[in-house]
Nanobody, 112 residues
Framework: VQLVESGGGLVQPGGSLRLSCVAS????????MRWVRQAPGKGPEWVAI????????NYAPFVSGRFTISRDNAKNTLYLQMNDLKPEDTAVYYC??????RGQGTQVTVSS
């Protein structure tokens, strides 16, 4: 199993980023996938989850309509579109396969 996240960076409050996660080593289309994040000094927290076909999505309450999870099974890729970013969204973001497999993460920093 390999999961490679990208798309993070430094953005001002109110800005947007699109995270990507390319999966390999397993049948991506057969797994529900999710994004989790971990801020400095805090434990990991779930952000969003998407079912195999992409038609069922759920979000953590703090997302409040700002993020959209999606997937392209033909490209074995998971996405997280993040809009209206806030300083409290600063964290390392990971895509996660059921069972706990994660990539190396991508750093998102929201700061003016």
């Amino acid at each position: 199993v390999q999961l490679v996240e990208s798309g993070g960076g430094l953005v001002q409050p109110g800005g947007s980023l699109r995270l990507s996660c390319v999966a390999s080593g397993f049948r991506f289309s057969e797994y529900t996938m999710r994004w989790v994040r971990q801020a400095p000094g805090k434990g990991p927290e779930w952000v969003a989850i998407i079912n195999t076909a992409g038609g069922n999505k759920n979000y953590a309450p703090f997302v409040s309509g700002r993020f959209t999870i999606s997937r392209d099974n033909a490209k074995n890729t998971l996405y997280l579109q993040m809009n209206d970013l806030k300083p409290e969204d600063t964290a390392v973001y990971y895509c996660e396969k059921p069972g706990g497999d994660r990539g190396q993460g991508t750093q998102v920093t929201v700061s003016s």
